[in-house]
């Protein structure tokens, strides 16, 4: 398909300091960024209006289908966020049911085991089916983030109006992007693009990668649980986040290369994040700033991904504390489970490296995004 994104400048696949300020040529990136930012911002101002809050989280994640945005025709890329739509929706209805009966929040020493297991499992099988589907950006890492995020809700919403907001901010990302279709200068023709039929190797690919996501999340997420007492951490599941994300990469070189990024760019974002943790923003205000780092997130995501994490950083600290004071500790929580996370990572992708043929004979199914 011609959805998948454009890599960030790593030449030769070795991370140079010089690479940190280098930038690939933009490719439509403004529209994407604005299609993304728009698809968050406008539910999260209407549910601050309703005094609905509660719902930010299903909101936030319904609107991360405006990512799968960057397919050039239309009916492609209706398609292509159909899909992420649909698995997405199936994630966050999982969540409700994982966070309402089976994890009951995040500070119950079981519960953090529980989700930390549950989430395991959603790391591998969503990784299978966004790769059978041919979702661009691949990969498990939103939904990662999506399930364990709303099951590690202390209380959650009634199923139905959560599952409305969610739904409901799938349906306004999929209008966002066909609105290019009133302008008949970006109109494109109303037709599909062939995706090649997946050969057996490609499959197994597939679900070779789905495999190194479970054993990442889960061996990140058991770290990150047995740390968490002495070391005071609350959001364990952040560590099962970073540790997916040198995996999304064409090689081995570039995965490394994306594991520094992930680390240097968290940091960096944690001083921006800091800033706004002292200004201690209304939720309006908050809301804008949201809208505005997920905007900057998608500019830069296919063109540097350390100046892309600049931005992902507070966008993720800020819309997981939507409503609540702003404190300095989701800084150290965030900064340690990255760590922890990455390292994991590191490992599993030295140790996928070592178990495959050479590299030359390697089918690259996931991309970064």
């Known amino acids: 398909m011609t959805s998948t994104p454009a890599l960030s400048p790593a030449p030769g696949d070795r991370f140079r300091l010089k690479n940190l300020f280098t930038l690939a040529p933009s490719n439509g990136d403004h529209w994407v960024g604005l299609r993304a930012g728009l698809g968050v911002l406008l539910p999260l101002l209407l549910l601050i209006a309703l005094g609905r809050l509660d719902l930010a989280p299903y909101v936030v994640f319904g609107a991360f289908v ?13 398609l292509m966020q159909l899909k992420a ?25 079981a519960g953090v085991w529980l989700l930390v297991g549950a989430t395991t499992l959603v790391a591998g099988v969503a990784s299978v089916l966004a790769g059978l589907l041919r979702l661009r950006p691949a990969g498990s890492m939103f939904h990662i983030f999506a399930f364990a995020a709303i099951s590690s809700m202390p209380a959650q919403p ?28 970006h109109r494109t023709p109303w037709q599909v693009t062939p995706a090649p039929p997946l050969s057996r190797r490609m499959s197994r690919a597939i679900w070779q990668e789905g495999l190194a996501y479970m054993l990442a999340a889960g061996a990140a997420g058991a770290v990150a649980a047995l740390v968490s007492g002495p070391l005071g951490m609350g959001h364990t599941y952040w560590a099962m ?14 995965r490394l290369v994306r594991a520094v990024h992930r680390v240097l760019g968290t ?17 309006w205000v ?24 600049l931005f992902v950083t507070p966008l993720a600290l800020v819309g997981t504390s939507l409503g609540k004071p702003l404190t300095t500790g989701i800084l150290y929580d965030r900064a340690v489970e990255t760590l922890i996370g990455v390292v994991i990572g590191v490992i599993v992708v030295v140790l996928m490296n070592a178990a495959s043929r050479p590299q ?7 991309e970064a995004p």
């Not at 405006?66 to 209706?78: E, K, N, T």
């Not at 739509?85 to 119950?108: C, E, H, I, P, Q």
């Open 286 to 309: 908050a809301v804008l700033i949201i809208g505005l780092m997920q905007f900057l997130a998608e500019v830069f995501v296919t063109r540097n991904y350390f100046w892309a994490q």
């Open 267 to 283: 940091g960096a974002g944690l001083i921006l994040m800091a800033l706004i943790v002292l200004l201690q923003p209304q939720p």
């Open 158 to 185: 009634p199923l139905g109006e959560g599952m409305f907001a969610a739904t409901a901010t799938i349906f306004l990302s999929l209008v966002l992007g066909q609105l290019g279709r009133l302008a008949p200068l």
């Open 85 to 109: 739509g649909g698995l997405m929706w199936l994630v966050v209805l999982l969540a409700w049911f994982s966070g309402s009966f089976l994890v009951r929040g995040a500070n119950d020493p």
């Open 66 to 78: 405006g990512i799968y945005s960057r397919v050039p025709g239309h009916l492609d890329r209706l």
């Open 241 to 254: 986040v970073a540790a997916v994300v040198p995996l999304a990469g064409k090689s081995t070189r570039h």
């Open 360 to 366: 030359e004979h390697r089918v690259h199914i996931l």
